[in-house]
């Protein structure tokens, strides 16, 4: 009774927008920024002879380094939120960039890589308990719109490479300071709302930490949603990392068009992302999944063996679809584990960028051992796991 009485209490809520827009439009600097690395691999490969295998590894390294640290943030941040940790966050994001415009050596790319990653762990846990802060109980809409942002930033980020990194050189990603500089100023902003938000909650009864299943039926949605999360993020890291690669080997397109057929599929999952949430909010996030996961599969199917006009259709439906699925498995692993936002946050945006990071890695020897036409024969049956989808439970009605 005390968890449906929470809830309503959080329905009746006001969504605080201003706080929402802020955070996603923090969650788009601080993707476009980090979306500068996968987009500038073109470049970098040329720059410094690296082979594919290298490239996995910048993404693993990069990738890594937030899944390792970002549930351990929010396990911590659950017991001691640190909203203020945000700008920090936000500025090692920006000494990576700086260090990436200026490295010398693969080893200076892989330290700057890291230091990327270290802010997506720090950024990611806690930007999104302040958005379910603010979400007034709409939390499906509230996730999605946090999303949208890094999914943008995310889609921007090879516009910019292709418009103004590759003319102006490798030294022109530090032009990029300022964006890191403005989103620090943001969070510092929006880290004094979440502080004001906590002590008005003073004296409130604490949010339940009851689990609405069983626990073993708990444990066992979790392990399937985990599964459902690096089924989607291995076949997403093979268009952010080498998307760009096949399209210029199997079409003869140039760096440029191919940075835009990138685009292509990133803009399409910006779009589907924020459809998914609100979807969820109205049908239940179950429902959102099961659309995501398996109507992408016949789509998958086909990319590999498509003409160059059939290619970019196939690459928007495929990024729609999948991407709309992502809000839907973090609502309902935070329905699973109440006040636990951000364990649940770093679990699965940290495994989300990890299980990307070491998909990346093996499908770049791949690459180099059998061509990059194989590894999208190879990842076009990945989508298959998404049948474990029927395995979740139902989650009891909170209305």
């Known amino acids: 009774m005390s968890t449906i009485a929470a809830s309503s209490t959080s329905l009746r809520e006001k969504t605080t927008l201003s706080v929402l827009f802020a955070m996603s439009g923090c969650h788009m600097l601080n993707d476009v920024m980090q979306s500068l690395l996968a987009s500038l691999y073109p470049l970098l490969k040329e720059n410094y002879a690296l082979d594919f295998v290298q490239i996995g590894l910048l993404t693993m390294t990069f990738q890594i380094t937030a899944s390792l640290l970002q549930p351990g943030v929010g396990v911590v941040t659950d017991r001691w939120p640190m909203s203020y940790a945000l700008p920090v966050g936000m500025g090692s994001t920006l000494c990576g960039l700086l260090l990436l415009s200026s490295a010398g050596s693969f080893p200076m790319l892989l330290l700057a890589a890291s230091l990327i990653g270290f802010g997506s762990a720090v950024f990611h846990p806690e930007a999104s308990r302040v958005a379910r802060a603010a979400s007034g109980g709409r939390h499906g809409f509230a996730q999605s719109l946090f999303q949208l942002g890094g999914n943008a930033g995310t889609a921007l980020g090879p516009l910019l490479a292709a418009f103004i990194v590759l003319p102006f050189g490798q030294h022109s990603i530090a032009w990029f300071a300022g964006i890191a500089f403005l989103g620090i100023a943001i969070l510092t902003w929006a880290g004094n709302w979440y502080a004001g938000h906590r002590r008005a909650q003073i004296g409130r009864p604490p949010v339940s930490r009851a689990l609405p299943l069983p626990r073993n039926t708990v444990l066992w949605a979790v392990a399937i949603l985990v599964l459902l999360t690096a089924t989607k993020n291995v076949y997403m890291a093979s268009f952010s990392s080498y998307y760009t690669f096949y399209v210029i080997d199997r ?103 990890g299980a990307g990071g070491l998909g990346a890695a093996f499908l770049g020897d791949f690459a180099d051992t059998a061509g990059i036409e194989f590894v999208y024969r190879t990842v076009s049956y990945l989508p298959l796991l998404g049948l474990a989808t029927i395995l979740l439970p139902r989650l009891p009605s909170l209305r």
Do not use: C, H, K
């Open 251 to 353: 079409f003869a397109l140039t760096v440029r068009e191919a940075q835009l057929m990138l685009f292509l599929f990133l803009g399409a999952a910006a779009a589907g992302t924020f459809l998914g949430g609100p979807i969820g909010d109205r049908y239940g996030a179950r429902f959102v999944i099961w659309f995501s996961i398996l109507g992408v599969i016949p789509f998958a199917l086909l990319l590999p063996y498509a003409n160059l006009p059939l290619t970019a259709v196939l690459t928007v439906i495929i990024g729609f679809v999948l991407a709309s699925a992502f809000p839907a498995i973090v609502v309902f692993a935070q329905e699973l584990l109440p006040g636990r936002v951000g364990l649940v946050a770093g679990m699965f945006f940290g495994f989300a960028f």
